[in-house]
Structure formats: C-alpha cells, structure tokens
C-alpha cells in the first residue's frame, strides 16, 4: 500500500509538472504573438532595427519584398500593382519600352520581363484559415514579393523609395541574400561515434537545442547516485558543494556525463547541458537530508535513477518529494530488461 502511495503521489507530481510547462508554454504562444503583431507595435522602433539598402547590399536585382499594413492585409488577398497608388513607371514596375526583355532569352526571362509590368505574389499563403490556429487574421500581415519588368539593383531601390509612399505598404526592402551556419555541434571525440542518444534517429536531436543554448552554470541538478568519479577530465569542476563523499561510482559517473560533461574539449563526451551537479544520497537515513540540500541550494531538476526493492516505501520519503517544488526525473525501471516488450517497467502497469 506504501509502494503504490509513493508510485501515486509521485505520478501526480510528474502530472503536475508537465501541467505546469504546458500552461507556461500555452501563456507563451498566447503572448508572444500578441505582442510581436499588434496594431500598435512598430517592428522598426521595437523588435528590429530597420535597414537601409544601398548598391553596395547583396539582394536580388530583380524583385522587392513589401509588408502591407494590417488593415490592408488579408489572408490570400489578391494584390495589383494599381493598388499601391503610386507612379508605376517612376518605380520601375512597368517597362513600356521592353528594353530587358531584347537583352534576355525567352527561356530566362521572368514573366514580368516578358510582360513588361511588375508580377505581385503572396508569399505568406494561407492554406486552411479555418483551421489554423497559429495564424490570426486580426494580427496578419501580407507579405508579398514583386518581380520587377527591369533588372537592376538601382530600379530596386527606385521601386522601394516608391513603394514605401504607398498608404497600403508597411515595408519595402530587397529581396537579401543571406548564408546560414550549421548548428553548433561539439567536437568531443565521441559525440558523433558513440552519442547515439543525442545524434541518432532516435536520440532527442540536442544540436537542434543547441543551436539556441548550451545550458547555464545556474541551471543546477541533482544525482541520486552512490558516487561518481568527481576528478574525471571531463567532470571537473562540474560538481557542486556539498556533496555526498560516496565512493567512484561507474553508473553515477555515466549519468554525470550525460547531464553536465564538458563539450567542446576535445576529449569524452558531450554533456546535454553545461550545467553543474550535486550529488546526493539515496539511501533511506539520507533521502530527506538530500531531498532539503536540493530545495536549500537551487537545484532545479534531480534525475533519481534507482528503484525500491523493498516491500515497503517509507512515506516520510514521499512527503519529502511533496514538499520539493522542483522537478524529480524517475528511472522507469528496465533493470536491462526491454520495457518496450511490457518486462522490467515498474510505473506503467501501476494504477
């Protein structure tokens, strides 16, 4: 009956948790969007600073990406160029001599060049607005691409200083050319032979992570562990005061390495965060004394990887898990069995 209190409260509090980080991350989608798209927010003033092209820029010689303001937007909205009310030949959006159009093949030619006037295209469509809640069409702005009659990156700047005296234009700029860099990966000598768990078609994808944060110093986490090897080349330093003097542990040390192992030295493994560790004891005299040591220095996160063999769980131990507010990370069995085949899982057959 203890057994399956303890199993249940702590179900509860995994339950509670992932509650929690679905709310936190629910207020955010539902703020962010608020803020970054309202009628009131200036992107050039708030959340950007705005560019100033010039010949020097690299960008496409031939077309021009223009924002509408959001009263003038609307999803899928069909655009022409008379809509802009502005001097179409002084910003270059028709060609009435077609004079690129004699010094370009039919087969390169864009179709505004064989037409001799400016293409519009949306390029923020709207396939089901019905359905889509990630869009609102209260806070939408149509983003639309020009392709000009006439190449040059002169007759670019002509139509952005035309285009941006348009009472329906948000925004216009080239069409930049831009490089991206690959996602920071660590050059640990076994991150990409033997860290399957990070890289694999299974692993959890940490460059993708990685590529925003590497983890924080003040990020901390605890280890219930029986020991681990403090001095290891690529733990050292990572551990935190207090800790429990228990021994060199090879399981403890593995986990250490997993959560918090130096990247980018050349050597080991790569840790998923570059966090420092506490370890504590699970043993039955110093569970709560570990459970208060996290709640007293910060920890944030404790990964506990062992089970209860006994008949009988203390409760004292639940209560100490209660009153820790962070988050506690349970192994969910295997003992080297295949929990994917029903054997060796100790939660999920539990009510």
């Not at 003038?72 to 160029?81: D, M, Q, T």
Request: aromatic fraction near 8%.
């Amino acid at each position: 009956m203890r057994t399956e209190t303890l199993f249940k409260r702590q179900w509860k509090i995994s339950v509670i948790a992932l509650v929690l980080i679905v709310l936190v991350a629910s207020i955010l989608c539902a703020t962010i969007p608020t803020t970054a798209y309202a009628k009131e927010v200036d992107f050039a003033e708030n959340t950007i600073q705005r560019r100033i092209p010039t010949l020097n820029d690299d960008f496409d010689d031939s077309k021009v990406i223009v924002v509408l303001n959001q009263k003038n937007s609307k999803y899928n909205g069909v655009v022409r160029i008379e809509d802009f009310k502005i001097d179409v030949e002084k910003a270059s959006l028709v060609n009435t001599q077609r004079t690129e159009r004699l010094d370009r093949s039919d087969d390169s030619a864009t179709d505004a060049v064989k037409t001799g006037q400016a293409v519009v295209t949306d390029l923020f469509r709207v396939d089901n607005a019905k359905s889509s809640s990630l869009v609102s069409e209260s806070e939408f702005f149509q983003i639309l691409s020009i392709d000009l009659p006439i190449r040059g990156k002169e007759k670019v700047l002509e139509a952005i200083a035309e285009l941006k005296k348009s009472e329906i234009v948000y925004s216009a700029e080239p069409d930049y050319r831009y490089e991206t860099i690959d996602l920071w990966a660590p050059n640990d000598t076994n991150y990409t032979t033997s860290q399957w768990g990070l890289t694999g078609t299974n692993g959890i994808q940490a460059a993708n992570a990685w590529d925003m944060t590497r983890g924080l110093a003040d990020i901390r986490v605890g280890l219930f562990e029986t020991g681990a090897q403090q001095n290891h080349p690529d733990l050292d330093g990572r551990f935190l005061a207090p800790n429990f003097t228990l021994g060199n542990a090879d399981h403890g040390t593995h986990v250490a390495g997993i959560v918090g192992a130096i990247s980018n030295n050349n050597q080991g493994v790569a840790g998923v965060s570059q966090s420092n560790m506490m370890l504590l004891n699970r043993n039955s005299n110093d569970f709560v004394d570990s459970m208060a040591r996290a709640a007293n220095n910060n920890i944030w996160v404790i990964n506990a990887s062992y089970e209860y063999i006994s008949g009988g769980v203390i409760e004292n131990h639940a209560v100490a898990i209660h009153n820790y507010q962070g988050l506690l990370v349970c192994a969910a069995g295997n003992s080297t069995a295949d929990i994917d085949n029903g054997q060796g899982d100790v939660y999920l057959d539990r009510e």
